[in-house]
Every structure is written in structure tokens, then in C-alpha cells.
């Protein structure tokens, strides 16, 4: 996958999955954990956000669309997006298992702590 036609967001990813020993250096080991160093100081967001209902999506979007959410800081410059795509219209997460498992989750708490959304982002 990584000689595929990947983003830098994707590379980053792949890269940092395999970093000891490379994608395919033996006896190298996946690691799950792996948070780019541009989420440093956000690592719960990331990890409780980010990781499980946004990233696999919006890493494809390649940095153009500035929506890859590389870093928190293009996150944040997204906030009033999220916003609306989450909490006000909730057309995001679009697949259906990780819209569930979002809504049925504190995501939504740590996506607003972090952002400071004006809404609880409640479910009815």
C-alpha cells in the first residue's frame, strides 16, 4: 500500500505504523498506538476522536481539501464545519457502523471540550 498512490497523510500513517524496521523490514511489528507528532498536546482527542470515527476517511482527502486532519490545528481551523457536519446537521461520521458507535460514545464530549463547540452535541 505504501508505494500505491497514498496521501502524505496516509505515507505519515503507514509510516508510523511500521516505523521500527519499516513496512517491510523483518520482523517489524504494527504498532496501533502510533499518534503523529502534530497531535502532540491533543493526544486525547486524537486518540478518542480522530483515530476511531474520523481519520480512515478524511486521511484519503489529501492535504488540498484541508480536511485531512493531519494536526489539531487544521482540526480546529475546522471547527465551525465540524459543527455543523456533527452536532447541527449530523451528516458525519457517513459510514453507518462508525455513525453508531460515534453517537454511542463520549466522543462527543472530547470533541466539544476540544474544540469548544457551542452545543452538547446531545442525542434526542
Not at 64 to 81: K, P, Q, R, W
Amino acid at each position: 500500500m505504501r508505494e500505491t498512490n497514498a496521501t502524505d497523510a496516509m505515507a505519515d500513517l503507514i509510516d508510523g505504523w511500521y516505523r521500527d524496521g519499516g513496512l517491510y523490514g523483518a520482523g517489524t511489528r504494527f504498532d496501533g498506538d502510533y499518534m503523529p507528532a502534530a497531535w502532540t498536546g491533543e493526544s486525547t482527542l486524537y486518540q478518542q476522536v480522530v483515530k476511531p470515527y474520523c481519520r480512515t476517511c478524511h486521511i484519503a482527502k489529501g492535504a488540498s481539501s484541508h480536511l485531512d486532519f493531519v494536526d489539531f490545528e487544521g482540526f480546529d481551523a475546522n471547527a465551525a464545519l465540524i459543527q455543523l457536519d456533527v452536532c447541527d446537521t449530523r451528516t458525519m461520521p457517513q459510514a453507518e457502523l462508525t455513525y453508531y458507535d460515534f453517537w454511542q460514545s463520549s466522543a462527543r464530549a472530547h470533541l466539544i471540550g476540544a474544540l469548544s463547540l457551542p452545543t452538547s452535541c446531545q442525542t434526542d
